[in-house]
Nanobody, 123 residues
């Protein structure tokens, strides 16, 4: 089971950028797909991005496509989410997650979770 710790959240104005990081330990980080989810107040957790074990294939939900970039550094056991052109509707707790397979774009394949980091976008 992976241990995942997110960082980089905060308060930003609409149109701004943030970069989230997720440090992974205790698992075969470099062998598994990784992803980002988010949960806004009063809403269900939403699967927004994924990246395969080599960092060559990515998936994004339509609402963030073209604005968010997912990447990973397997040498550092770290996952990233670069968020640009942020909107107030991006306000949520963002969670890093690890799958138990090398490639997936299905939310149900993610089995380990971090504690989350708050992102707040002001209008």
């Amino acid at each position: 089971q992976a241990q995942l710790v997110e960082s980089g959240g905060g308060l930003v104005q609409a149109g701004g950028s943030l970069r989230l990081s997720c440090a992974a330990s205790g698992s075969n980080f470099r062998l598994n797909a990784m992803g980002w989810f988010r949960q806004a107040p009063g809403k269900e957790r939403e699967f927004i991005a994924a990246i395969d074990w080599l960092g060559r294939s990515t998936y994004f939900v339509d609402s963030v496509k073209g604005r968010f970039t997912i990447s990973r550094d397997n040498a550092k056991n770290t996952l990233y989410l670069q968020m640009n052109s942020l909107k107030p509707e991006d306000t949520a707790v963002y969670y890093c997650a690890a799958a138990n397979i090398p490639y997936t774009n299905r939310a149900r394949d993610f089995t380990s979770w971090g504690q989350g980091t708050q992102v707040t976008v002001s209008s």
